[in-house]
């Protein structure tokens, strides 16, 4: 039987749930320090006094490090900027406050209270000037980026008219968000010698190490990246922020091991978050209901020291059959923090209003909702002008909207009920790129008789551990528990960064190709050893099942490490590499679903629950059923999130984040969620990789804010173009 797709539990489940498996944080080494961020507590200006007499000599502090004292940085600390992952930082290196919440001070004392309590004791003033906080005010001198996720920042094809049958023009708005995932960002940085070791929350270990060696000036072979797990990132981990080089400087100043973790609170602000966007949608259709033009304009929030883009367009130029198709995206500058990627950056907003508006148009035209998206599905990429390397939309319409029972709903809003509840139903589509990029592995048979294999990957609570021991197991020929993967260290073949839904599709084939040269090492010396039941046979004639090695039609088996001992006695090694080949040339490769949604509001109150989602998705092969369900699952009640509850709250006068905790910046709890059926239309992908999975850790939220958004105006009658949907919005 296949161990691919087979839903094997965790390898890693015991460890986590026993509360053992080493996340960053716990990390404790001997004489290690423990540092605290002081951060800026205004958003434009300049450092005048920095008092720091009081806190350096409370009890058990060995440091404070500010930019008086700080290591001076090669280029002003802007050395790491532009290898991967490399962010314009602020590291100490100037007077210079861009942003509340940026960091101006790092205390290191013996331990974390003692630290907490110098923090507090650090008195900085300022010369604060105006800062640019509000969006409205600042978006007309918005500027365009040079690329939307490597993209071209505008597109047009076709010419969109102004007459048309049947139109929508809307604007559709998302609000600032900051990930939160269980584990806040942690580093413990360690040098011995020249050497440096960071111990650090990362959804790229070797985007780390490139970063970090700039930053410093340092050669790269001198800094080791360790992770083995982490515990969330959805994106604020992609980048390498200024706490993973100060952790660095502050363990060099006070000449031990320091640990820095991020307190809750820091997590809003100097780390990145969901840009706040405003999106401008026209849709036109004809009378026989077909797509005659769509324009989608975008304006998201960025800081004033680097541009990043929400790129929450792409999805508009390929996702419908239309000829004529205009979209841009543009950046309002403010005195905040730099926004990040955060899960499905551009798809998971830009579905949002895209998927809203169709909704709104097939009001307008008074057809089903879905079947307007069925009469526009593209026969290709008409963006990129390339067929689809598979695209099974239509099968996820159809099987989602069956399980759903779309078929029982009255279009009519307002027209269904549950008890006092008004009941509404909505759709929408999802899709997500599928990324792809080079990877390399390592795989060893030790004298024991355990493959262990290596890649410089990470595990971000995902699944790779347990789908990249599948996968070498079934190359193999061995049984799970005969097969070791490790990742999350530098020192590993490198792989790339846990982020764009790439970790499987970039590391799969590169596993693959490692055990399968290890494989052939085997049966080559099992082959020429006289004691072995493989030997002369043939090469293709060798089976290796659970272990045990043959030759194919006759009985003899033995377990294949025995050949070791009778050869040597050593280990055999090999590596494998694998890169993306010009498919992308060739095709357009993208994941798609369709989500459908329930929901129940209140007449009176407003209150907004959601008994019940059903998705479908063609995410190609998946490699694990259970871990890719939970994937998808988690996907959906952070769109239930996005949906309903989260948004980071700025206040306009001062640039902080008012609601800098969980308390009040919300996320769905196991109460606000329902009944969530997820499916798969289990196809391989033909073109992609030889295995034909699509990545799966981004499409999940995609689409689920517009179908509840759309279910909300179902239930309800009222739309809600701004999210979060919170009930103030339906008290109308
Ligand atoms: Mo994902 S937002 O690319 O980590």
């Known amino acids: 039987m296949s161990l691919i797709g087979a839903p094997v539990d965790r390898v890693d489940g015991r460890l986590k749930v026993t509360g053992t498996a080493p996340y960053s944080g716990d990390v404790d080494l001997p004489r290690m320090a423990h540092a605290v961020l002081v951060l800026s507590t205004v958003a434009n200006g300049r450092i005048t006094t920095m008092e720091t ?10 440091a404070v490090m500010t930019h008086l004292n700080a290591w001076k940085l090669p280029q002003g600390g802007r050395a790491g900027v532009n290898p991967p992952a490399g962010r314009v930082l602020t590291l100490l290196q100037d ?3 861009h942003f509340n919440r940026q960091p101006i001070a790092v205390v290191v004392a013996e331990t974390l209270d003692q630290a907490e309590a110098a923090a507090r004791e650090v008195k900085v003033g300022y010369a604060a000037e105006p800062a640019i906080l509000k969006f409205a005010e600042a978006k007309p001198n918005a ?28 604007v559709y708005t998302t609000p600032m968000e900051h990930h939160n995932p269980m584990e806040p960002h942690a580093t413990v940085a360690h040098w011995q010698g020249e050497k440096l070791t960071l111990y650090d929350a990362t959804q790229y270990i070797s985007g780390c190490q490139t970063t970090i060696a700039k930053t410093l000036g340092i050669p790269k072979d001198d800094v080791r990246v360790v992770c083995p797990y982490v515990g969330g990132g959805f994106g604020c981990k992609g980048s390498t922020w200024a706490h993973v080089p100060l952790a660095a400087m502050a363990a060099r100043q006070v000449a031990r091991p320091v640990k820095l973790v991020l307190e809750r609170p820091q997590m809003f602000g100097p780390v ?65 923090g730099t926004p990040t990627f955060q899960r499905a950056p551009g798809e998971a907003t830009g579905t949002f209003a895209l998927e809203s508006a169709i909704d709104e148009l097939a009001y307008r035209l008074k057809i089903d909702p879905l079947e307007l998206r069925r009469r526009n599905e593209p026969p290709i990429d008409q963006d990129k002008q390339l067929p689809w390397s598979s695209r099974k ?18 279009p009519a809003p307002r027209s269904m009920t549950a008890g006092r509840m008004q009941v509404g139903l909505g759709m929408a589509s999802a899709t997500y790129p599928a990324n792809r990029s080079a990877a390399a592995a390592s795989a060893r048979l030790t004298t024991d008789g355990i493959l262990v294999v290596r890649s410089g990957t990470q595990e971000l609570g995902t699944g790779m551990y347990t789908i990249m021991t599948q996968l070498a197991a079934q190359t193999m020929g061995f049984p799970l528990d005969r097969v070791r993967f490790e990742l999350g260290d530098s020192l590993f073949p490198q792989a790339p960064v846990s982020g764009g839904s790439q970790s499987t599709a970039s590391v799969a084939p590169a596993v ?28 293709d004639q060798v089976v290796i099942e659970d272990g045990a090695i043959g030759r194919r039609g006759e009985q003899r088996r033995e377990p294949a490490v025995a050949t070791l001992a009778r050869t040597g006695n050593q280990s055999v090694e090999a590596e494998g590499a694998a890169k993306p080949g010009d498919e992308k040339k060739q095709y357009s490769m993208h994941s798609f679903g369709a989500v459908f949604a329930e929901v129940q509001v209140d007449p009176e109150l407003g209150i907004i ?8 998705y063609d995410v190609g092969r998946l490699l694990n059923a259970k871990t890719g369900r939970s994937q998808l699952l988690g996907g959906i009640v952070m769109g239930i999130g996005m949906a309903l509850m989260e948004e980071s709250v700025l206040d306009e006068r001062y640039g902080r984040i008012v609601n ?30 030889a295995l034909g999975a699509r990545g799966i850790g981004e499409i999940g939220i995609t689409g689920v804010a517009a179908a509840i958004a759309n279910a909300v105006y179902h239930a309800t009658g009222v739309r809600v173009r701004d999210l979060p949907i919170t009930l103030d919005k339906l008290l109308v």
């Open 95 to 97: 007077d210079v406050v």
């Open 272 to 336: 990145g978050g969901r840009p706040r966007t405003e999106q401008h949608l026209m849709l036109a259709a004809d009378p026989s209901h077909r797509f005659t033009g769509t324009r989608h304009d975008v304006f998201s929030h960025t800081s004033m020291i680097e541009d990043f883009t929400e790129p929450s367009a792409l999805q508009t130029r390929m996702q419908y059959d239309c000829a004529n198709v205009q979209t841009s995206h543009r950046l309002v500058r403010l005195s905040v």
């Open 53 to 62: 007499t009081d806190a350096a000599r409370m009890p058990g502090v060995l």
């Open 143 to 170: 500027h365009a980026p040079e690329k939307a996720n490597q993209e071209p920042t505008d597109s047009e094809r076709g010419h969109i008219s102004e007459d048309a049958f049947a139109k929508i023009e809307a």
């Open 660 to 689: 800098a905790n969980l308390a009040e910046y919300h996320v769905p709890t196991n109460a606000d969620v329902g009944m969530i059926d997820v499916g798969v239309v289990d196809d391989a992908d033909p073109y992609i990789d």
């Open 512 to 539: 693959q190709s490692a055990v399968a040269e290890l494989r052939r090492k085997l049966v080559t010396l099992a082959v020429g050893d006289q004691a072995s039941p493989a030997f002369g046979a043939p090469e």
């Open 609 to 616: 629950r959601v008994p019940r989602v059903v998705a479908r």
């Open 393 to 410: 939309v239509l099968e996820c319409y159809e099987q989602g909207a069956k399980a759903f029972e779309w078929s029982a709903r009255n």
